[in-house]
């Protein structure tokens, strides 16, 4: 396998989807459901933990662009066999294979539930993965500007649902963060930990790099990127904890969703419903970016044909999405796709740019 | 295989006699003067006879000294005349409305060209017909078009290039565009596509159109056909490439975008604020034409909590008697409608008024009062209809009335997220359509702030000085922006 890849011109887009990329795969299934968990584990403080969060966010960011930096163009599949030779390289890639496959199903699934719960009780889980694996099918197989496009248009067509959670605010009850700073700091950072499952895909711009136009200008929107996503998740943790009542909160598994479910208009009572289906939306880019990262590094890795890979994915995800059928094995599922995801994108990077470093310089010091 | 012109009087004649199969219409006058025969041919109804009788039997039959070919070339005032030696092509001349001068002798024959071609005058537009601005419409005569286009553009600039297209009939296609503006990849795209096309024959340009578009499976139309020069040409001073096609009144233009097609050169004529609002205006109509039945179909099978509880009284009371499905009631009226549309367009002119009145209104009402519908459905399928309309681009309004089918079978099957499914199916189609090659949903994505100007609002020309860059012109600057916003007007003291 190459370290650096050749990527024709017509495939490469600009740095400034990079903001959409970065956004739109770590905006999804996660979000609908944060304020609980995180209240959960630090209480009225957890805003704390989504600021921790946060920061931490920019400072993966900044070592991940370090390493892509180190090299000419090439993506993580290409650098860990670099580094660590080429079976190590291989196995680590298989590790992140398995790990995008977990999370796209936790994705598709998470969102099928949401659904049946929402909308429609009795609507038959191979029903709807059909429905979003044959989307994912068709905008993954019209190539990568295809896939951006997807995430950049989806991101257009549903962030206004924002502007909806204006009325919720107007309901907030201050008093539900005070007093500050009762939680301990191990929970607070447990929380953030806990963001850990929001925030997943950042990981794309390791598979992503090549194929941006210039180059040079990357950080500023991956940056932006990940500062609306942190906003995203301040926004409905702060409003979650001051609409509901804690005990409330603590019963409401998706409370984002909740939230829509006193904005009315005049001609749409119940709100909730529309903004459940439009999720769809939300949910759609994060399945088609991590698709093409799949499919990507199977290609990488294996030399498989994408068509041949699309559709063995989309079988084995709709298998898979059968098979796991109750709400304790998708909180399963999701637990441990947020614990492999921690480690994987917010840990290991900062031990990869190390030993980056280090081989790097044994090998100037080898070759002087 | 070249065959060659007989040189003995009775063959000749003997043979293209044999090669028009003895028919009536070509008729053969031999004469003798000056100690020599002279032979000429022509088909009856394809020659303008006056100028025949006027400008070549006279001096042909008056000369003094015995005609040559070269004298018989350049002495005769006619400016068409041509020296043929092939049987074969002088065959295709006469049914061009060549005369041939045949000088028993000769090995060559000289035609004269005197074609005569009956067809209509330029017209007013009558499918994209305008409230104001230019009125006349292409014809079916591709001279008249292309002296149409000449005029507009009025430019040496402005380059047409020819191509014949059928095997077994032939057509003429010319490729028009400004040299100096169109990007050399798009005339290049068009250019092969033409040549690339193998067929027998083509009906006409808007078979054309189906034969070089990027993908046919598509219900969008990829490339605009239009029947108004003035949007020809406004295109091709954009730097898009153009196609006008012999026997056809619609030309065809690329690359385009989706948002081209909701652009109408009447935007371009009215200010610019009531140019915007009724650009906008379209777009919504789409959004209404292919959301609003799905919705309520939608919202009144399953969910029914998003209906306001006031409109669900009445909602109910007008569906208490009807004893469909919603969908098996809206598919019922949408089909209605489009039966409408259908026989309108087939009526002749007299009926159809009669007909649209008694379709229309009487249908619509007795459907209400039969109770086979709600009297709400009618008013939102009687306005998705009209929005379905407001697209300049007939191609592009019936697409949308096509894919409207499709949603509201989705809707009644699976509500919103049916709607849903669909929608987010559409959006990812269109991003995956091209146009020439050229993205096509550009300049939404890939994203050009800087085209959005033009395309999605109308800014004050001032404003907006530069050239669509999705299309790739050669040179993007229209004019200079700083000298075109100033008026020197003399300040009054």
């Known amino acids: 396998m190459k370290t650096n890849l050749n990527v024709p011109q017509s495939q490469t887009v600009q740095a400034f989807y990079l903001f959409f990329i970065v956004h739109t795969i770590q905006i999804g299934a996660g979000l609908m459901g944060v304020p609980r968990i995180l209240f959960l584990d630090a209480q009225a403080d957890a ?115 924002v502007l909806t959670i204006s009325k919720p605010i107007t309901y907030m009850d201050w008093g539900h963060f005070t007093p500050i700073l009762q939680t301990s700091w191990t929970d607070i950072l447990k929380g953030a930990q806990r963001t850990a499952y929001t925030v997943l895909g950042m990981e794309i711009l390791f598979f992503v790099y090549p194929y941006i136009k210039n180059k040079k200008n990357i950080a500023l929107p991956v940056h932006l990127g990940l500062a609306m996503t942190t906003f995203l998740v301040m926004l409905v943790t702060v409003v979650s904890i001051g609409y509901f009542s804690p005990d409330h909160l603590r019963e409401t598994v998706w409370a984002t969703l909740s939230l829509f479910k006193i904005i009315s208009f005049p001609v749409i009572e119940r709100f909730d419903f529309i903004a459940v289906a439009l999720w769809m939306m939300v949910v759609l880019p994060n399945i088609v970016l991590l698709c093409w990262m799949l499919v990507h590094s199977l290609k990488r890795l294996f030399h498989l044909k994408e068509k041949h890979s699309i559709f063995g994915v989309s079988v084995l995800l709709f298998i898979g999405a059968l098979l796991v059928e109750y709400r304790m094995d998708i909180d399963l599922l999701t637990e441990w796709t947020a614990r492999v995801g921690f480690w994987l994108v917010f840990v290991y990077p900062i031990f990869l740019f190390l030993y980056m470093k280090l081989v790097h310089r044994w090998r100037r010091r080898r070759r002087a | 295989m070249e065959r060659r012109i007989p040189v003995k009087k009775e063959l000749y004649m003997e043979s293209l006699q044999k090669h028009f199969r003895n028919s009536p219409d070509l008729v053969n006058k031999t004469f003798t003067f000056n100690r020599q025969t002279i032979v000429i041919h022509f088909i009856n109804y394809q020659v303008n006879k006056d100028q025949l009788e006027r400008d070549l039997l006279p001096p042909l039959t008056n000369a003094k000294k015995p005609w040559t070919m070269e004298s018989l070339k350049n002495a005769i005032p006619l400016s068409s005349s041509e020296e043929i030696k092939d049987f074969s092509s002088l065959a295709r001349e006469l049914i061009h409305g060549g005369v041939s001068v045949y000088i028993v002798g000769y090995e060559e024959v000289v035609v004269f060209t005197l074609p005569k071609q009956d067809h209509r005058a330029l017209n007013r537009a009558e499918t994209e017909s305008l409230v104001f601005g230019p009125q006349i419409a292409f014809t079916e005569s591709l001279m008249t078009n292309l002296n149409v286009v000449r005029w507009r553009l009025d430019t040496d600039d402005l380059t047409v290039e020819k191509f014949l297209v059928g095997e077994r009939i032939q057509s003429e296609v010319r490729v028009i565009y400004l040299k100096s503006l169109a990007n050399e990849e798009n005339v290049q795209t068009m250019k092969q596509r033409i040549e690339d096309i193998v067929i027998d024959e083509i009906e006409d340009s808007t078979v054309l159109n189906q034969l070089i578009e990027d993908s046919s499976s598509t219900v969008f139309p990829q490339l605009i056909t239009t029947e108004l020069p003035d949007r020809f040409c406004n295109s091709i001073a954009k730097g898009r490439v153009g196609v006008l096609v012999d026997k056809s009144p619609t030309a065809i233009i690329g690359p385009m975008t989706l948002f081209n097609f909701f652009e109408s050169t009447e935007d371009t004529y009215m200010r610019w604020n009531i140019g915007t609002f009724i650009r906008m205006l379209r777009f919504l109509s789409m959004v209404i034409s292919i959301v609003l039945t799905p919705m309520y179909v939608a919202a009144l099978t399953y969910h029914y909590e998003i209906i306001p509880s006031s409109l669900l009284v009445s909602l109910g009371q007008s569906r208490a008697t009807v004893p469909f499905p919603p969908v098996l009631e809206a598919l019922l009226l949408e089909i209605l409608i489009e039966l409408l549309r259908e026989a309108g367009a087939r009526l002749p002119t007299k009926v159809g008024q009669t007909m649209g009145i008694v379709g229309g209104i009487v249908l619509g009402q007795a459907a209400v009062q039969a109770g086979f519908t709600s009297n709400i459905l009618v008013i939102i399928i009687a306005l998705s209809a009209l929005a379905s309309f407001t697209a300049p681009s007939y191609m592009m309004g019936s697409a949308i009335r096509i894919i409207r089918f499709p949603m509201i079978i989705l809707a009644g099957a699976w509500g919103l997220i049916g709607i849903v499914f669909a929608l987010s199916f559409l959006v990812i189609h269109l991003l995956r359509q091209k146009s020439l090659g050229r993205p096509y949903l550009a300049p939404i994505y890939p994203f050009e702030a800087s085209a959005l100007r033009g395309t999605i609002f109308r800014l004050p020309f001032q404003k907006n000085a530069k050239r669509p860059s999705y299309v790739m012109p050669k040179d993007e600057s229209r004019f200079d922006k700083k000298r075109a916003g100033t008026k020197r007007d003399r300040s009054s003291p």
């Open chain 1, 47 to 161: 805003w704390i933990s989504v600021a921790i969060a946060g920061v931490y966010l920019h400072f993966i960011a900044w070592i991940m662009i370090k390493i892509l930096r180190g090299y000419e163009n090439a993506d993580i599949l290409g650098i860990q066999t670099d580094l660590f030779g080429k079976f190590v390289g291989k196995t680590l890639g298989i590790f992140y294979l398995l790990y995008i496959f977990l999370i796209l199903l936790s994705v598709i699934k998470n969102y099928i539930e949401v659904v049946q719960v929402f909308i429609f009780p009795e609507i038959p889980i191979w029903l709807m993965s059909l429905f979003l694996l044959s989307l994912m099918v068709y905008s993954v197989t019209g190539g990568f500007r295809v896939v951006v496009g997807t995430s950049f248009l989806f991101f257009l067509l549903t962030i206004w649902l």
